[in-house]
């Protein structure tokens, strides 16, 4: 039986095979070029046959008439010579009987139709010549001589029969040719669409797996360039969703992780609430402020993972504005000094005053919250974290960046900080709440303002994660 997804993607397929549509367009265009050229052959090639005939009609006619002139004997021999040709020479009286040839079939003698001796002399004009004509089936030329004292007729004609069997003899021999060619052009392009379908065809399979859950499947066509990038694009395709998947996977597993141990204590807290401590002030605010906190970190864990979504499906926009950059990082600062109290840390602080940028607060808020977040989970044992806002020598780029004294990342894992749900797999400084959105939120949001960021970091030196800002003059803000 197909699978539900198989049968999905067989509806949605077009009925109408490519393999044939390339080997009908393949074949339409064969046939468009075979007929040009036998439309071009009969208007062009025709027309030049009887164009040279016309050409060698008119030499020949200039030709018997020189013969005449220089010598009158020598035009019989001449006649002789042209009709091997397939060209007549005639020499006529004025009353259209033939002179010569003389001997030949009868001829001499022969009083030629009257109405074409009309037609004849009423082409030739005051000069004695009349231009090439159509008369009939054959064309002509005439004109008017002396001979042997008396006047006569150079008349020359070719029959056109000669001309339209030769083209057509060429055209049945031009359209075998054509239809060979359009036959082994049908056989060669109906081989190219298998070819080229068949590829296809393999990827289609191939994707049916992929989206069946089969990661280990790959691409593989290289017979042609754009195939060949097809395929790396889909091996990528594939890449990423199983990366996805794996990520999916990993989250499930983070959220199951850590909503079961503040719902757990949570519910520890209420029930010794209700059980122990309801009537001692004391313990009964000490144990409802373990409840808000787990409640706290419940939150903090939802926000994350609906600032991811929202972010990559841009449902937020951008609200930019100009404001003191300074004064930001300060309160950012200040909502971590629980941990200098409580904990030990050292926040070293190198900042600059009244710097200002454009950009969206309450989201570059949260990037730097990340950011500080981050390095006091990963610092070292000396439980300190160097935090820089300083601005360029220009004064237009403002340089933020937060350096922990930690274990450092390797070059491979450089790369996968940024991805959601990602976590170095080492132990860190302080217990790390959340699911290892927050790089991957930071990301985003410095992806959207096409702000530059990155990290840097080796293994046993710590990392430095950074943010360049533009720098705005503090004037433009009254505009804003």
Request: proline share 2%; glycine share 8%.
């Amino acid at each position: 039986m197909r699978s539900e997804k198989q049968q999905k993607l067989k509806k949605i397929k077009n009925p109408r095979s490519i393999n044939l549509a390339m080997w009908g367009y393949f074949c339409l265009l064969a046939f468009i070029l075979v007929l040009l050229v036998e439309l071009v052959f009969y208007i062009v090639v025709a027309g030049t046959f009887e164009d040279k005939a016309c050409e060698r009609v008119d030499g020949i006619c200039a030709e018997a008439v020189h013969e005449i002139e220089v010598n009158p004997n020598g035009l019989n021999k001449s006649i002789f010579r042209y009709r091997n040709e397939g060209v007549n020479v005639f020499l006529l009286d004025e009353s259209g009987k033939i002179i010569l040839p003389a001997q030949i079939d009868g001829l001499t003698g022969t009083v030629i139709d009257g109405d074409f001796i009309n037609t004849m002399k009423t082409r030739i004009g005051a000069d004695g010549m009349a231009d090439v004509f159509h008369y009939g089936s054959d064309i002509m030329k005439a004109q008017k001589v002396g001979y042997m004292g008396e006047g006569a007729y150079v008349l020359v004609t070719y029959s056109l029969t000669i001309v339209h069997g030769t083209v057509k003899t060429l055209q049945i021999y031009l359209i075998i040719v054509g239809v060979i060619v359009l036959l082994g052009s049908l056989l060669v392009t109906y081989a190219f669409s298998q070819k080229l379908t068949r590829g296809l065809k393999s990827m289609s399979d191939t994707a049916v797996k992929l989206a069946e859950g089969d990661y280990t499947v790959k691409f593989t066509n290289a017979d042609y360039t754009e195939m060949a990038q097809l395929s790396d694009t889909l091996n990528y395709v594939r890449d990423e969703v199983k990366k996805s998947e794996d990520f999916q996977r990993e989250i499930l597993a983070n959220v199951s992780h850590d909503l079961k141990t503040p719902l757990t204590m949570i519910k520890a807290y209420a029930s010794m609430i209700k059980e122990i401590s309801g009537d001692n002030k004391e313990k009964r605010e000490k144990h409802l402020q373990v409840i808000i906190d787990e409640a706290d970190r419940l939150t903090g864990l939802v926000n994350d993972v609906l600032s991811v979504s929202k972010l990559q499906s841009n449902i937020e926009e951008i609200n930019f504005k100009v404001f003191n950059l300074t004064e930001l990082v300060y309160g950012i600062i200040n909502r971590f000094g629980y941990l200098q109290e409580s904990q030990g840390y050292n926040l070293m602080v190198d900042i600059d005053k009244d710097l200002y940028t454009r950009a969206d607060e309450e989201k570059i808020s949260q990037v730097i919250y990340n950011l500080l977040g981050n390095a006091a989970n990963y610092t070292g044992k000396d439980k300190t974290v160097y935090i820089s806002l300083k601005a360029d020598l220009d004064g237009k780029r403002i340089k933020f960046s937060v350096r922990d004294t930690g274990k450092g990342i390797s070059k491979e894992a450089l790369p996968e900080i940024w991805d959601r749900y990602y976590r170095v797999k080492e132990n860190h400084q302080r217990p790390v709440k959340g699911t290892g959105l927050g790089l991957n939120i930071v990301k985003v949001i410095l992806q959207n303002h096409a702000f530059d960021f990155g990290v840097d970091s080796a293994l046993g030196e710590g990392s430095t994660f950074w943010v360049d800002f533009p720098a705005v003059p503090a004037e433009i803000e009254l505009t804003e």
